[in-house]
C-alpha cells in the first residue's frame, strides 16, 4: 500500500465531517475556543490513526487471516474448521471496540442491562455464525437462502421481544463488524473461498451472516432476562479527560482487545502456518501498526468526537428538526466515507470483479445509503416510533428483491450493510441521536438506540438495487 496516498484518501474522507463539525458548532454555540482546538486535534488523529490502521490491515492482518482460512480449508476437516471458526469469532468480537462502546451505552442508560453478559452473548453469536457462514461456502449452499432463513428467525423472535431490545439486538449486529474484526473475517473466509471452486459470490457473505448471530443471541438474551428493560435519561458529561491518561487507557484497552487474537495467530504460525521468516516478520509489523492505528483513532474519536456530537445534536434539534435531519444527512455522507472496513470492502469487491464494480460507484451508494439511514433513525427518534415500524419493511422489501438481484451482489450487499456500520457511525452518529433525544420533548433516550440498525440496512437495498440495474445493463449489452 502507498501510504502517501492513503493518507491523502483518508484526508479527504475526514476532512468534510471535522469541517461542518466545526462550522455548525461555532454557529450553535457548542464549542468554544478550547473546544475548537481539542476538536482540531481529534481530527488530526482520526486521519493519522486510519491512515497507518489500514497500512497494518493490508501488510498484516490481511494476509494472516486468508493463510488461517486456507490452513483450515487443507485440513480436511468440516468439524476441525467450524471449531475454529466459532472460537476465532468469539476472540475477535469479544474486545471489539465498537461492541465495549455500545454496551456501555446500553447500560448507562438502562442500568438494569449488564454489559457482560451482553458482550459475551453478541460473540458468541458471531462464533456460532461465522461458523454457519464458513459453511456456506464448503457446502456450496446459496447465500440467498442462508440470508432469507437467518432474517425469517430473527422477526419471529422479534414479534415477541421489547422494543428496546429489538433496537440494540440490531444495533449489535452493526457493531461487531468493526475495524478489527471485518477485515480478519473477510480475509479467513476468502481464504476458504480460494480453496474450493471459483465462484465470485464465496468471496463475500461472511460479514453479512456473521452479522445475524449477535442480533439473533441479544433478541434470546432479551426473552431470557425478561425483556422489560427501559432507557433512562443520561447524566451529562462534566469531566474531561487529560488527552495523556486518555491515550494510556486506549493503549491498554486496544492491547487487550489484541491479545488473544495475537495469541491465537502465533500458536497457528507455529503449529500450522509456519510461514517463512521474512513474511512472518512482515505480517508481524502489520499488526503492531494496525494496534497504533486503532489506539490514535480511538483517542481522537473519545477525546472530543463523541461529545461534540452529543452536544451538536441536542443544539440542532432545539433550533429546528429539519435543520438537524439535512446536517445529518451530510454527516451520513461523509461518515461513510471515513470507515476503515468500507475502504477494505470496496478495494476487494473492485478487485474480485477485475473492475466490473467499480469503487467509486460502490462508494456513493454506500454513502446515498447511509446518508438516508441517519435521517429516518432522528426522524424516529424525534416522533418516538417504535424500530419495527421501518426495520420490518426495510427487511421485506431486500428479501423480496434478493429474487432478481444477482448472487453475487447479494453478498456484497449484505456485506456492505455491515461494514458501513463502524467506530465512526457508533461514535458520532449515534452520539447525535442520543442528543437529539435528550432534547426533544416526549422523546425517550431508547428511541436513539437503532441508528446503526438503520444503517446497516439502508445499503443493502441500495446495493441490491445497483445489482439489478447491472444485471438489466449486462443483458442489454448481450442483446447487442
Sequence with gaps: MNIVRQLKETSLSVLPIGA????????????DGHGVLRFLLSCFLVIIGLTIFLTG????????????????????????????????????????????????EVHAASPGTPTTPLVLAIALGVGLFFAISLSRTVLSWSMKTVMFICYALLF????????????????????????????????????????????????????????????????????????????QEMAAETDVIPFINLLLIKLKETGFSLLPLVVVCLLMQFFVLKTPKTEAIR????????????VLFFTGVDYSFSSVARNLGEALISINQFLLYG????????????????????????????????????????????????????????????????LLPGYALIIILMIWTPGLFSAIAFDSGGVATGPMSSAFLLPIAIGAASGTDGATLSS???????????????????????????TQRGNL
Excluded: C
Excluded at 461542518?20 to 464549542?31: A, E, F, K, N, Q
Excluded at 472496513?341 to 473492485?350: K, M, Y
Design 283 to 294: 505480517e508481524a509489523i502489520g499488526v503492531v501498526y494496525a494496534y497504533l492505528g486503532i
Design 327 to 390: 446536517a445529518a444527512f451530510l454527516f451520513g455522507l461523509s461518515v461513510v466515507l471515513a470507515e476503515p472496513a468500507v475502504i477494505v470492502l470496496t478495494e476487494q469487491v473492485e478487485e474480485v470483479s477485475s473492475g466490473r464494480i467499480s469503487r467509486k460507484v460502490m462508494l456513493a451508494t454506500l454513502a446515498l445509503g447511509v446518508a438516508l439511514a441517519v435521517v429516518l433513525s432522528l426522524i424516529r427518534t424525534v416522533y418516538n416510533l417504535p424500530i419495527w415500524m421501518f
Design 156 to 231: 419471529a423472535l422479534s414479534i415477541f421481544s421489547d422494543d428496546f431490545f429489538i433496537s440494540i439486538g440490531f444495533d449489535s449486529g452493526g457493531a461487531t463488524t468493526g475495524p478489527l474484526s471485518v477485515p480478519f473475517i473477510m480475509a479467513l473466509g476468502m481464504g476458504v473461498a480460494s480453496m474450493r471452486k471459483h465462484n465470485s459470490e464465496a468471496d463475500f457473505g461472511y460479514v453479512a451472516i456473521s452479522s445475524v448471530g449477535p442480533v439473533l443471541f441479544v433478541l434470546i438474551f432479551g426473552l431470557v432476562t425478561g425483556g422489560n428493560a427501559t432507557a
Design 57 to 104: 490491515v493490508e501488510i498484516g492482518i490481511t494476509p494472516i487471516g486468508g493463510r488461517i482460512g486456507s490452513a483450515l480449508t487443507k485440513s480436511r476437516s468440516l468439524i476441525t474448521m467450524l471449531i475454529a471458526a466459532f472460537v476465532l469469532g468469539v476472540i475477535i468480537t469479544l474486545p471489539e471496540p465498537d461492541v465495549q462502546v455500545l454496551a456501555s
Design 20 to 31: 461542518l463539525t466545526l462550522v455548525l458548532s461555532l454557529i450553535t454555540g457548542v464549542m
Design 448 to 474: 436513539s438506540f437503532g441508528m446503526i440498525a438503520m444503517i446497516a440496512m439502508m445499503p443493502i437495498l441500495l446495493i441490491e438495487i445497483l445489482g439489478i440495474i447491472y444485471r438489466i445493463k449486462t
